[in-house]
């Protein structure tokens, strides 16, 4: 948690608040207050978010796109940009590309609240039946998904090997080495075990499906990216890193997040599924492909791969517990899995 604090906190210091920017924008700016990685801006005109452009253009159009695509579509949860005076949804300052939307006043999710959860999942029931169609002139590299889990899984797994023979080769071991070859056999085998499983789904013909009628996902459906406003609405934030995929993936995820908070409670996986099937019917063969994806272990392979390769500056302190807290989620996850192939 602690380490996203700071990584927002860095990309504030990006923005550049200059008058002139805002200026160029056309209000008089009264106060500016940070709130994650954006800016609240109340002006002479109201309430607004502001945002700062962090990928290139051929994804912000992507992202910009798909939310409009959404809009048409008549799901209205989403953000509403606020077009710039040359008709442009971003404005460009000082070789710098930021843009504006209304500011959504509300609260952010507690998926620890059955009422704040089942809100979620009617949102992202309903979002993703307005994603059906979706089809862009141009899909950024790394942003289109399509049939690509056993490409990423066989990646991940050798990249857990390798990390392990440098482990190995290491004179002496720090307290993560130890965990991590603690943990590493196991979660190499449950990455093959993953791979193996989903190969015998129909995964390829769901993507396939996905792709011939056009679809995406947010994919960082997180709590922070929920909000619940005053008037009952929720609204979903953030489309910083959606990906043309089929929309098993955002399920799983949002399962994956609640069963951390809730030791991998099946019942509770159960509900979430049932919740969302009520609102945008799932089929039994995608049901299945939610196995292999529980089983992989995501976390313990990014907590690695922030630790060795990308050698994230973080508190040596905070990557002990998080190795240690990841490395355990690949025991609890086990039975859950168990239970899970039995009951769906």
Known sequence: MEENRQLERDFLGEYNLDARLFEAMGFK???IVPVRSVYRIVTDKGFFCL???RFPMEDMIFIFEAVEHLREKGFGNVFNIVKQKNGENFICFKDEKYFLTEWIDGRECDFLNPIDLDAAVDVLAHMHNA?????????PTGRCYYGKWPENFSRRIEEMKLIKEQVLAKPEKSDIDKIYLDYVDMCINDGKEALLLLNKTDYKGISEAAASKGSFIHHDFAHHN??????GRTYVVDFDYSIMDIRMHDVGSLIVRNMKKLNWDIDK????IQSYDRRNPVSSEELKVLAPFFLFPQDFWMISRQYYIERKAWDEED??????TKSEYTLMRRKFIEEYEKRV
């Open 319 to 324: 990557y002990v517990d998080k190795m240690s």
């Open 131 to 139: 994603a059906e169609g979706y089809l862009p002139a141009v899909c």
């Open 226 to 231: 929920i909000l619940h406003t005053f008037d």
């Open 51 to 53: 945002k700062k452009l």
């Open 269 to 272: 996986a159960l509900e979430i």
């Open 29 to 31: 700016v009264k106060q």
